[in-house]
Every structure is written in structure tokens, then in C-alpha cells.
């Protein structure tokens, strides 16, 4: 069983990024490969979301993930691993 701890930060930034420069726009976030990235109007907090995980990004590297489905975040865990795979 994934838990949330398992969750590397630089990588979850990395794919962040990776959503911005290669996702499509979408009202005021930006969409790639199912994962959603957008951030407040001051860029100090980020989000990340896929189906019902939201992953905040909060100042000096703390994070919060809320999410109804262990399996989502099992899932959402693989889809950042693959990104930043396919990035390579």
C-alpha cells in the first residue's frame, strides 16, 4: 500500500513544471497526461491534482495531499514517476 510519505518533493516540483511547459491551458490551469497544475496569483502555492487527489504545494517545502481513494494516490504517485520517465 502507497502511503503519502513515499512522496518525493523535488520530484512532485519537477512534475509541476513539467505539466506547465507541456500540458494545454484549460480555464486557469494547465491539463497533461490526466494530471492538472495551476498555482495562487502570487506563484508561492501550487497545485497538483488527478481525479480525487489535490497536492498542495506550500512555502519552504511542506505539502499537503488530500484525496478519497487510496488508489488514486497509488495511481497519482505512477503517473509523476512516468512523467519525469518520459522527461528523460
Do not use: P
Not at 498542495?56 to 488514486?72: A, I
Amino acid at each position: 500500500m502507497m502511503e503519502k510519505n513515499q512522496i518525493v518533493l523535488n520530484d512532485v516540483l519537477q512534475a509541476f513544471n513539467l505539466v506547465l511547459v507541456k500540458g494545454y491551458k484549460v480555464d486557469s490551469c494547465y491539463e497533461y497526461q490526466g494530471v492538472k497544475a495551476w498555482h495562487d496569483f502570487d506563484g508561492y502555492t501550487c497545485f497538483l491534482s488527478y481525479k480525487d487527489l489535490t497536492l498542495t504545494l506550500l512555502f519552504h517545502g511542506r505539502y499537503t495531499v488530500d484525496f478519497q481513494q487510496q488508489e488514486t494516490l497509488s495511481t497519482f504517485v505512477s503517473k509523476v514517476n512516468k512523467l519525469l520517465a518520459s522527461k528523460a
